[in-house]
């Protein structure tokens, strides 16, 4: 059980356009969901937390704009990347948690040509 | 602010040796820590947690971690390494269980033959 798929797993687009990544909970309602963005050889950095029926909180330095996350249902986050760039090419990780543990999707890697 | 500490970047082991993954923490109260493997395509996955209790944490794939607050620290430690431990590994802290995962940098196993 609690398991966390994303869609999709691989993604390239072109410099300007907007991708959405889906994140679900599969066996599990999931009130809160998180966004992780992983750099090569890095941690993984939260982007933002998201709660179900409500606005995302972001962290710090994220741009709010450029990174839209929609919590429409118990099980689906969506993470849309606007007017992406090369630098925003990354994997993308998402979470949702149950009792006092997150599980994590397999992750989105994103490139921006 | 918190902050996770990992020290190795990369271990190479070979099989059937005995492993120690380092983790320094730096939190004002008392922390709950976790550690996540990561394998290639696949989400990160819990191996163990500490939240209170007992100091020493028995995971899954016969993965260990001690809890030493006079030291900060929450070492991984697997007596017997298998070839499909090869992976990266995450050490973590939060402030309220499941909630704000602070992550260190990960350090990268290798398991020789």
């Known amino acids: 059980g609690a398991v966390v798929s994303q869609h999709p797993s691989r993604v390239i687009c072109k410099s300007g356009t907007s991708v959405k990544i889906e994140c679900r909970s599969l066996?599990?309602?999931?009130?809160?969901m998180f966004w992780y963005r992983q750099f090569p050889k890095k941690s993984l950095m939260l982007m933002a937390t998201?709660?179900?029926?409500?606005?995302?909180?972001?962290e710090q330095g994220v741009e709010k704009d450029k990174f839209l996350i929609n919590h429409a249902s118990l099980t689906l986050s969506t993470l849309t990347v606007t007017s992406a760039h090369p630098e925003d090419s990354s994997f993308y990780i998402c979470?949702?948690?149950?009792?006092?543990?997150?599980?994590f999707g397999p992750g989105t890697r994103l490139t921006v040509l | 602010a918190q902050s996770v500490t990992q020290p190795d970047i990369h271990i190479t082991v070979s099989e059937g040796a005995s492993l120690e993954l380092r983790c320094n923490y730096s939190?004002?109260?008392?922390?709950?820590l976790f550690w996540y493997v990561q394998s290639p395509g696949q989400g990160l996955q819990l191996l163990l947690k500490?939240?209170?209790?007992?100091?020493l944490v028995q995971g899954i794939k016969g993965f260990e971690a001690e809890f030493k607050r006079s030291q900060s620290s929450f070492n991984l430690r697997k007596p017997s390494v298998h070839w499909s431990d090869a992976a990266e590994y995450f050490c973590?802290?939060?402030?309220?269980?499941?909630?704000?995962?602070?992550f260190g940098t990960g350090t990268r196993l290798t398991v020789i033959p």
């Open positions: 998201s709660n179900e029926g409500s606005k995302a909180t972001y």
């Open positions: 939190y004002g109260a008392t922390p709950y």
């Open positions: 066996d599990f309602q999931a009130t809160t």
């Open positions: 979470s949702a948690a149950r009792y006092n543990e997150q599980f």
């Open positions: 500490y939240f209170s209790g007992d100091t």
């Open positions: 973590a802290v939060a402030s309220t269980g499941a909630n704000n995962l602070f």
